[in-house]
């Protein structure tokens, strides 16, 4: 009896020694699609491929890894006899999500991209594996650039705002400087995040998540400013510029949208239940914009009615339609109009409605 025992002691025991956490595909897809990111002069991080087409390849990386560059490196392979260095261009960025987006044109026989979760699947106490370049070139041997780095990690948190919108994953785990902008992925390859910061002196670390990647994506307004162009006593007309961040070129429409403020004397606009902005009122006056890349420009007229005040304020929203099909909004922003100054100080929209 003692050989069998000895026998089955040593399988359960065994077992688990050789057992691989990541299917060898996963694994190999993992690495295949994460790339050293390096800004020349000043520094380095993770990203990964998330699409090709043809020859064109899309990266994501945190905002702060190539923030102020128009160029940066992307080596797959990095560290490896197989190491590939190819030019990427940053197509857009998102401060507020932390997210960018780098092209890569006439770059053939890319790997197999991986494929970005629509929304956060993950709980707490699950594993998930963080794939990068943690340090940067400290940890390369000699010349070379550094090998991939992968991390198993926990997750700690879902974090949610106050409208229960997904913002942040939370992990504990070993998590470093350097693997910005590399992907989290779950056990089945994929992504369910982008690894973005680390609470100093802690094995706490945080994901931009699932949901804030597809937004950033799927494109959004950045901001509004309005310069009088011409008026009289009775009407401004006003150049609107607005800011897009799209770095897929796929908004298909944006407009501005503006009424009286006195129209809300008694009580002010107020979201929808979801905290998302609609139409705040059926009296809006609109006009559409022609979009430019990252800019949407037009013009818009103020008119006065005979006996109304010299000067006005306005609320105005921006609206625009993303590649889904769906119409979102910025929150309601003041518009101050002085007809006989023609003079609309500071007119901001709030990006986050």
């Known amino acids: 009896m003692r050989p069998a025992a000895w026998t089955l002691t040593f399988l359960l025991l065994g077992a688990p020694l050789f057992a691989q956490e990541l299917d060898r595909a996963v694994l190999d897809k993992l690495k295949s699609?994460?790339?050293f990111v390096v800004v020349v002069g000043r520094g380095s991080g993770s990203g990964v491929l998330f699409l090709k087409r043809g020859a064109t390849g899309y990266l994501l990386t945190c905002e702060h890894v190539v923030r102020g560059a128009d160029k940066v490196a992307i080596v797959f392979g990095s560290g490896?006899?197989?190491?590939?260095?190819?030019?990427?261009?940053?197509?857009?960025?998102?401060?507020?999500r932390d997210l960018a987006a780098v092209i890569l044109k006439d770059a053939k026989d890319l790997p197999t991209p991986l494929e970005i979760g629509t929304k956060t699947s993950v709980s707490e106490t699950e594993n998930v594996y963080v794939a990068g370049f943690p340090f940067g070139r400290m940890l390369a041997l000699g010349a070379k650039n550094?090998?991939?780095?992968?991390?198993?990690?926990?997750?700690?948190?879902?974090?949610r705002d106050t409208d229960n919108h997904v913002v942040a994953v939370q992990m504990s785990g070993d998590v470093n400087p350097g693997n910005s902008g590399g992907p989290?992925?779950?056990?089945?390859?994929?992504?369910?995040?982008?690894?973005?910061?680390?609470?100093?002196?802690?094995?706490?670390?945080?994901?931009v998540p699932s949901e804030e990647i597809q937004g950033f994506l799927k494109g959004r307004v950045a901001n509004s400013t309005f310069k009088a162009m011409a008026s009289t006593v009775s009407a401004v007309k006003l150049e609107a510029r607005i800011g897009l961040i799209d770095p897929m070129g796929t908004l298909k429409g944006v407009t501005v949208w503006w009424c009286p403020e006195k129209l809300f004397a008694d009580a002010p606009p107020q979201p929808g239940k979801d905290g998302a902005w609609g139409r705040i009122h059926a009296s809006m006056k609109s006009a559409p914009l022609k979009i430019d890349e990252d800019l949407a420009t037009g013009t818009i007229e103020v008119t006065r009615a005979a006996g109304d005040p010299a000067s006005t304020s306005l609320l105005h929203q921006i609206s625009w339609t993303t590649s889904d099909g769906r119409t979102l909004w910025t929150a309601p922003a003041p518009l101050p109009v002085d007809f006989a100054e023609a003079a609309v100080p500071g007119a901001k929209a709030d990006p986050n409605g």
């Open 33 to 35: 699609a994460t790339c």
């Open 80 to 96: 490896t006899p197989n190491e590939r260095q190819l030019e990427g261009s940053v197509i857009g960025s998102d401060a507020e």
């Open 146 to 159: 550094p090998e991939i780095s992968i991390s198993k990690v926990s997750v700690s948190s879902v974090r």
């Open 184 to 207: 989290v992925i779950d056990a089945k390859g994929k992504v369910i995040g982008i690894a973005q910061s680390k609470v100093g002196g802690t094995s706490t670390a945080f994901a």
